[in-house]
């Protein structure tokens, strides 16, 4: 009975193209199999959490779980336990705290580039007091001139967000394409949806940011 098909990018584990269930493995085997499997030191198993349950709750079902067996099977095994780690930890392990100080680091850069584009609007508007004060005399508000300043940088954001958005694509293949065969998860890495909302509220807090 098939109770699921997953999308041909999904590879958990690399090369795996059928799950099935352990029990009807299990039930195959002889008494004596199934009493040296419980002896086993480690056993993954992939799963999906029930509705409204956390992973702390479901570690501590597993924990529950694991000592009824244990006492069961009289099993003394005081070194083991049931560990529940989201499958994205899996997938990333090490490599995720690295990936956020790369985020961190990309986020250090643009506040550096809005302070440099922000220096360079303020040497800007200086060579323009003369139009400003010609603006001024003419009736233009300070918000009239603000909305001016603001649409100036608005544009500028927005232009780089233009070229940074194909860049990023372009640069992610490259990067992607040299990874190992090994690197479980990283064929399924897009810029997707909520990175380009991302990218288009960063652009435009740039831009107010240097217009103020």
Same mark, same amino acid.
């Given at each position: ?9 999904? @590879?958990?584990?690399?090369?795996? &193209?059928?799950?099935?269930? *352990?029990?009807?493995?299990?039930? $195959?085997? !002889? ?15 992939? $799963?999906?959490?029930?509705? @409204?349950? #956390?992973?702390? &709750?479901?570690? @501590? ?15 003394? /095994? ?14 990333? !392990? ?5 990936? /956020? ?6 986020g250090l850069v643009l506040l ?16 323009? &007091?003369?139009?400003?004060? /010609?603006?001024?005399?003419?009736? +233009? ?8 300043? *603001?649409s100036e940088a608005a544009f ?15 640069? *992610?293949?490259?990067?992607? !394409?040299?990874?190992?065969? #090994?690197?479980?998860g990283l064929g399924d890495t ?8 991302? +990218?288009? !509220?960063? +652009? ?9």
């Open positions: 009975v098939v109770v699921g098909v997953m999308p041909a990018r999904f @590879d958990y584990p690399i090369g795996s &193209q059928l799950w099935a269930p *352990l029990k009807r493995t299990i039930d $195959g085997l !002889g008494k004596d199999a199934r009493d040296n499997l419980r002896m086993i030191g480690f056993l993954y198993i992939v $799963g999906r959490l029930a509705p @409204d349950v #956390t992973a702390a &709750q479901a570690s @501590d079902d597993a924990a529950r779980i694991y000592r009824k067996l244990a006492a069961q099977y009289h099993l003394i /095994l005081p070194d083991r336990r049931a560990v529940i780690t989201p499958l994205v930890n899996q997938i990333l !392990g090490p490599t995720r705290p690295a990936l /956020l100080l790369l985020g961190t680091a990309a550096l580039a809005c302070v440099n584009v922000a220096g360079l609007a303020l040497v800007r508007a200086h060579s323009r &007091q003369s139009e400003v004060a /010609l603006r001024r005399a003419l009736g +233009a508000s300070r918000l009239d001139i603000f909305r001016l300043l *603001l500028l954001s927005a232009s780089g967000l233009v070229l940074a958005v194909p860049v990023a694509i372009l640069c *992610l293949r490259f990067f992607v !394409g040299l990874a190992p065969p #090994t690197a479980a897009a810029i997707g949806l909520r990175a380009l909302s991302f +990218a288009c !509220g960063a +652009a435009a807090v740039a831009g107010v940011f240097a217009a103020i």
